[in-house]
């Protein structure tokens, strides 16, 4: 019985310590913050804002990684693929989660079954701006101007598929317009020729170009959000102009691999949530164009579920598609 008492005392002692790691904390380590786009943009700009006021919170670093290539589906394929520990997260977006799995043949992740969503970050309105030589001072008298000269004004977008693309193929659908879409290599070369008269027009993310509508280089003639935005208030809705259901927004959020344990979902809520609220970080991002959220998992899953049948029917109907 004395050896049996001292077998079991050994085996608790060897159990405890493996037990002290299984309740360990999250986060136990630097967090790996994957950006799917290049440096510089209001989505990487915001990403290490946020990731230095959670670093600050959880007391361990918050790296930002930007993994950029294929409208994004590199950088969410390595997060889709990497350990289910909370460790390593993504800021996704409209495209990397509601336009690429329609637009691309073949995408490196399932953007339903992957991920986890945690909370969407921020919304940005898409603006429809003109070339000051366009004689139309809102949407009706652009439209108006429009089917005088159907298929001879052309629309500038940052690429084939981009939200930028979708969006005005929905107002040529609507608004019964015919105008040709030009893609470019991002939408700051797209803008470069819309200020230059060598595209009409664009529907451009409202962060983006607001610096051009405040110089006078573009004439903004509406948001294409359904309600209008707190960042400039003045701009009706392309709704209002009675193309009734136009409703695009640029929009990005946190995302986890499918299998992270509910514990690092909720932490990771709560840290970023914190961020998003903090006065500092939200007078930051409105600065920027983007207006914080900080929705709850189940929430934004729901959004991105709806977003992507959304874009789903649009990508069909433009016919839009990227090799």
Do not use: C
């Not at 000051?132 to 005088?148: D, G, H, L, R, T």
């Not at 514990?263 to 609220?277: G, I």
């Not at 579920?305 to 090799?323: H, N």
């Amino acid at each position: 019985m004395k050896t049996l008492r001292l077998l079991a005392a050994a085996a608790l002692v060897a159990v405890a310590p493996v037990a002290g790691l299984a309740a360990e904390p999250f986060p136990a380590k630097q967090i790996r913050f994957v950006v799917p786009y290049p440096p510089g943009g209001p989505l990487d700009t915001v990403a290490r804002l946020l990731g230095q006021k959670v670093s600050a919170s959880i007391k361990h670093p918050v790296v930002v990684d930007n993994v950029p290539g294929a409208g994004g589906n590199i950088g969410a394929g390595v997060v889709a693929r990497a350990a289910p520990d909370g460790h390593t997260i993504l800021m996704g977006a409209v495209a990397t989660h509601a336009i690429n799995p329609s637009l691309y043949p073949s995408i490196p992740y399932n953007a339903e079954k992957d991920f986890i969503a945690v909370t969407q970050v921020a919304s940005t309105p898409n603006v429809l701006v003109v070339n000051p030589n366009v004689p139309a001072a809102n949407v009706k008298e652009f439209i108006a101007y429009a089917k005088s000269k159907p298929g001879k004004l052309n629309f500038g977008s940052g690429s084939t598929g981009s939200a930028g693309h979708l969006a005005g193929e929905l107002f040529k659908s609507l608004a019964g317009v015919d105008m040709a879409h030009i893609p470019y290599k991002g939408a700051a070369a797209a803008m470069q020729d819309l200020v230059g008269g060598r595209v009409d027009l664009m529907f451009d993310n409202l962060a983006s170009s607001l610096a051009q509508v405040k110089g006078g280089r573009v004439r903004a003639l509406a948001v294409t959000t359904a309600k209008r935005t707190s960042l400039a208030p003045e701009l009706p809705t392309i709704a209002e102009a009675g193309l009734a259901g136009f409703d695009i927004s640029t929009w990005f959020g946190i995302f986890v691999p499918a299998g992270t344990p509910k514990a690092a979902v909720d932490r990771l809520y709560d840290e970023f949530a914190k961020a998003l609220n903090a006065p500092d970080v939200r007078e930051k991002m409105i600065a920027l164009g983007a207006e914080p959220v900080a929705s709850r998992p189940e929430d934004f899953t729901a959004y991105v579920r709806a977003e992507a049948a959304k874009y789903a029917k649009l990508v069909k109907a433009s016919g839009a598609k990227v090799d």
